[in-house]
């Protein structure tokens, strides 16, 4: 993507994102990464009259390690800190959350914003009013439930209790003071009782392992007992690749809150395509989290929704043709969202 192009959908994100005039964006990044999105922030944020700055903080020094979330580059930087809590508005290009830096930014006000995607992924996936709306419908229907059960034909079936932990939103922008969102994305998710969740879940062929960045090759089965993962094997005793290298990585963190149960939902996006790994390398998969009728579970962290969770050990797990129910009702069936005021269109 060219300069201009650049530069014209990060204004067009701002605009959604509701900067003005009198307003402050700050852009954050980590040594030469996203130079270019630093940039056209920048210059975006200029044409819509805001006063603007770019805070580089130095490489990771583990950027080779595994991906440890919550590690901000920020810690011991209280200047830092505070700067960035100054500001309207941050485009964190570093991946801040989960960090207790992150929360205290936006506990100040500030609205964030993390970009880490491709540029034609950004594109692709610019935010709308529409889908804004029907996240905003799975977030009322979600905030009412007292529990979600999930099955599939291959075998999962686990219920969560939920009321514990809020629901929260990403439609891809924010205009809310303190809000975080990420761009893409289009999902509403909550997180169940930290005792609170039992059952199976069985990832098939084509589910996604997030942080791996890759498409299940044979089944796992994970057992689940009081929000905690038990188990992790092939299914019905059959090896697995999969499940030895979910389970190796797991325990690398030597963090037994690493097997947690954390935050789970559903996207929206119908533009989002379940292949989209193969078409845009070098992001962290927020098209597959986003895609229209996927049901998502979490393992780790579980601070983002409150909760005591903070270890850095974390997947996002993106399945297909899976059916979830809150109290009985449901939501997304085979795949599908059945749920009209949520489908596009409202059909």
Not at 76 to 83: K, T
Not at 177 to 192: K, L, Q, S
Not at 311 to 332: A, N, Y
Request: hydrophobic share 40%; proline share 6%.
């Amino acid at each position: 993507m060219n300069p201009n192009q650049l530069n014209d959908i990060c204004l067009r994100q701002l605009t959604f994102s509701g900067v003005h005039e009198a307003e402050t964006v700050a852009v954050l990044s980590r040594g030469a990464e996203r130079a270019d999105f630093a940039d056209s922030f920048m210059f975006a944020a200029q044409q819509l009259g805001a006063s603007t700055y770019h805070m580089r903080l130095p490489d990771a020094a583990d950027a080779a390690g595994a991906w440890a979330v919550g590690e901000s580059g920020l810690a011991g930087n209280p200047l830092a800190v505070d700067a960035l809590k100054q500001a309207d508005m941050l485009v964190d290009l570093t991946f801040l959350l989960f960090s207790k830096e992150q929360f205290a930014i936006q506990d100040a006000g500030t609205r964030i914003l993390t970009c880490v995607e491709p540029a034609p992924l950004l594109a692709k996936l610019m935010p709308t009013k529409e889908l804004r709306e029907r996240v905003e419908v799975g977030d009322e229907i979600l905030k009412k439930a007292k529990t979600m059960r999930i099955t599939s034909p291959h075998g999962t079936d686990v219920t969560y209790q939920l009321g514990v932990y809020p629901t929260m939103t990403e439609y891809g922008y924010t205009d809310t003071p303190g809000r975080w969102d990420h761009w893409p994305a289009a999902f509403v998710f909550t997180g169940g009782a930290d005792d609170g969740v039992d059952g199976t879940i069985v990832l098939a062929p084509g589910d996604v392992l997030l942080p791996f960045n890759t498409y299940v090759q044979n089944p796992v089965k994970l057992t689940i007992e009081k929000g905690f993962i038990t188990d992790i094997r092939g299914l019905d005793g059959a090896s697995s690749l999969d499940a030895d290298l979910l389970a190796s990585y797991i325990k690398s963190f030597d963090d037994p809150r690493g097997y947690g149960m954390s935050h789970v939902g559903w996207g929206l996006d119908e533009r989002a395509q379940w292949h989209g790994l193969t078409q845009f390398p070098g992001g962290m998969g927020m098209e597959l989290r986003s895609f229209y009728g996927n049901v998502m579970f979490s393992i780790g962290p579980n601070n983002e929704l409150g909760g005591p969770n903070d270890t850095p050990c974390h997947f996002d797990i993106p399945m297909r043709g899976c059916s979830l129910f809150l109290d009985d009702e449901p939501i997304v069936v085979d795949g599908d969202v059945v749920v009209s005021d949520m489908r596009p269109g409202g059909k």
